[in-house]
């Protein structure tokens, strides 16, 4: 099969590229465009390593074709920080040590970011450990990262207290 | 991934005349065919990309009350449309306990209807499985078995269907919207998957080129929203497979059942509609022992095919606790944990 062109946004910069249909949108952002914050875990959508937000919406970038995803707004791990300056989220997971060996961990802050512009867990940990379920850590991080995800809430929520005020 | 040919047609006629040629596959979600791919366990020649498929992502309330559901619209998107969750409550809590955010997020509501089971064995290419490739025979039977059918299951293939989504809709009476070369038809979800019989590949009723667009739910489906649940039992609190799930719905008027809805989800091969327990249930008593009496109607024709009878058992369970949570009332708002059934009714707590 000849490569198909198509155009993505990532975390804010365009490309053209020219693709093989059977590229995933994971070894797209790993192997071409050398941005491997975002890992292959299990490669089969079980264990959210590979979290990105497509169009705003988290979903496994393993089970993404980037072809099927042309002209796509796609955010990673590497578009999350200002600069130096870490996103609430990033801060949050390192206050309260949900940060751990950095395999599943930027999986697990793309998929808090997704869980929060959903809107749907609030400050229920119940509802943030159902919600953040994709994502598998065998260092048992999940009691910090509740801690962390109810923290970020928090200050985002003051930011945007701040932004309207 | 073996190499194929991509197409992303631009109309539904064209979609349905690239998939029309042998060894097609219509991508939309993705969720459960790149999976199947990678594993070689399917080998499409060519993918149709549906997923841009104009007018097929809607939802819409139609002239004689029933609601159309386009076969690209999302999983979380259904189950997070809060008024589809209030008029059809089961459903919603069946998306919402179905895989993770992730995997929701990207699911289709048509590519749902078509996932395909998750027997180890059909994963397994090193292993006989007539689903994957007729004629080898099946090692799961007499293999790791615990998990597989009692009810429905042949000699030939004894695998589960995995859907949530389809167990309450086939209780609602669900409506698939077929176009295929011929036109466009209607066919019941319950006569839209297949039992395994002598061809267990043959999964459901679509011919070659055929295109789920829509499915619809019909008027009467929304009357039992005051009474109806999903209960789900899995092996791990979220992000895991059921067990046994059941859906149940009433409308219940003065202690009496005035009318019942009945399914089973990873009993057999299709999601399975309990029909000789809803006509137990019509016009009984609202009480457990009603519902003892449906949930041995559920089951009177189980039998185990292997190291499952446990699962008769527990579906006559969670038969009764389903009906017991739908009797005392649909939740304001879905659980944390939708559909477990530790979060549902009185005294059905862990640490109760």
């Not at chain 2, 829509?214 to 649940?229: D, G, M, T, Y």
């Amino acid at each position: 099969m000849t490569s198909l062109p198509i155009t993505l946004t990532i975390n804010g910069h365009r490309h053209e590229l020219e693709v093989d249909p059977r590229v995933t949108l994971l070894d797209l952002l790993r192997e071409r465009l050398d941005l491997t914050g975002t890992k292959k875990g299990c490669d089969r959508g079980q264990c959210g390593a590979c979290t990105v937000l497509v169009d705003g919406n988290r979903i496994n970038s393993c089970l993404a074709l980037a072809v099927s995803h042309d002209g796509a707004n796609v955010l990673t791990i590497e578009g999350v920080a200002r600069g130096e300056e870490l996103h609430p989220v990033q801060a949050a997971f390192i206050a309260h040590d949900g940060f751990q060996c950095g395999f599943c961990t930027p999986g697990q802050i793309m998929s808090t970011l997704g869980l929060i512009a959903e809107g749907q867990a609030g400050d229920d940990p119940e509802r943030i450990r159902e919600g953040l379920s994709g994502n598998i850590c065998r260092c048992a991080a999940y009691g910090g990262i509740v801690e962390a995800v109810l923290e970020a809430q928090e200050q985002l929520a003051k930011a945007d207290r701040r932004t309207a005020a | 991934m073996r190499d194929f040919d991509y197409v992303r047609p631009a109309t539904i006629p064209d979609a349905i005349a690239a998939a029309a040629r042998p060894g097609s596959a219509y991508l939309a979600g993705g969720t459960n065919l790149l999976d199947l791919m990678k594993g070689g366990i399917t080998s499409p020649e060519r993918v149709v990309d549906i997923s841009r498929l104009p007018e097929l992502n809607r939802v819409e309330r139609l002239d004689d009350g029933s609601l159309r559901i386009g076969a690209l619209v999302r999983n979380a998107d259904l189950a997070h449309d809060t008024a589809f969750a209030k008029a059809y409550p089961a459903v919603a809590e069946a998306l919402l306990s179905g895989a993770s955010a992730q995997l929701r997020n990207a699911a289709t509501v048509g590519g749902n209807l078509l996932q395909r089971t998750r027997c180890s064995y059909f994963y397994d290419t090193a292993s006989a499985c007539n689903r994957r490739e007729p004629g080898t025979g099946c090692d799961a039977i007499g293999g790791e078995n615990r998990l597989h059918a009692v009810l429905g299951w042949s000699d030939a293939c004894i695998a589960t269907h995995p859907s949530d989504f389809c167990v309450p809709l086939v209780a609602l009476d669900a409506v698939v919207e077929i176009e295929g070369k011929q036109g466009r038809r209607h066919v019941t979800l319950e006569e839209f998957h297949r039992l395994p019989g002598e061809t267990p590949q043959r999964e459901n009723v679509l011919e070659p080129g055929d295109l789920i667009v829509a499915v619809r739910l019909p008027a009467e489906a929304a009357s039992f929203a005051a009474n109806a649940r999903y209960l789900k039992v899995r092996e791990r609190t979220s992000f895991a497979f059921a067990v046994v799930s059941a859906a149940a719905a009433l409308v219940v008027d003065s202690g009496k059942i005035r009318a019942a809805r009945l399914a089973l989800g990873g009993v057999a091969a299709k999601p399975w509609r309990a029909r000789s327990a809803e006509a137990v249930l019509l016009g009984a008593d609202a009480n457990e022992a009603t519902f003892a009496s449906a949930a041995d109607a559920a089951l009177a024709d189980a039998s185990p095919s292997g190291d499952n009878a446990f699962k008769i058992e527990l579906a006559r369970r969670i038969v009764v606790r389903a009906l017991t949570s739908a009797l005392a009332g649909t939740p304001e708002r879905i659980p944390a944990l939708p559909a477990s059934p530790f979060s549902s009714i009185p005294g059905a707590r862990h640490d109760a």
